[in-house]
């Protein structure tokens, strides 16, 4: 079982990117699929997460109306599409999947497998 996280990189405050998260050894559309971020000195924090069909997401208000997560799950990949970045975003950020009986997973106790993180930097 293995997630890997990738689209990090360095980026001008107010700028976009696209994270993924391709998984592979699990039944990917039977999992919920959350993000997390861990800045410098900092515990890591939930950002957001999806339900198995993708129909159902939830956010930290610290990126609602910013960030938007999807799913391909032909693709066995999971999406965070950060717009409107600001310098606090600047963290590694992991994904992770949680069991789909879960009902809002925001713990990081609540998901079972993790992916390696991704830097993303902005500066100002």
């Known amino acids: 079982v293995q997630l890997q996280a990738s689209g990090g990189g360095l980026v001008q405050a107010g700028g976009s990117l696209r994270l993924s998260c391709a998984a592979s050894?699990?039944?990917?559309?039977?999992?919920?699929s959350g993000w997390f971020r861990q800045a410098p000195g900092k515990e890591r924090e939930f950002v957001a997460v999806i339900s198995w069909s993708g129909d159902s997401t939830y956010y930290a208000d610290s990126v609602k109306g910013r960030f938007t997560t999807f799913r391909d799950n032909a693709k066995n990949t999971v999406y965070l599409q950060m717009n409107s970045l600001k310098v606090e975003d600047t963290a590694v950020y992991y994904c992770?999947?949680?069991?789909?009986?879960?009902?809002?997973?925001?713990?990081?106790?609540?998901?079972?497998?993790w992916g390696q993180g991704t830097q993303v930097t902005v500066s100002s």
């Open positions: 050894g699990l039944i990917f559309n039977t999992y919920k």
């Open positions: 992770a999947t949680a069991p789909s009986w879960r009902a809002r997973p925001t713990l990081e106790d609540e998901y079972d497998v």
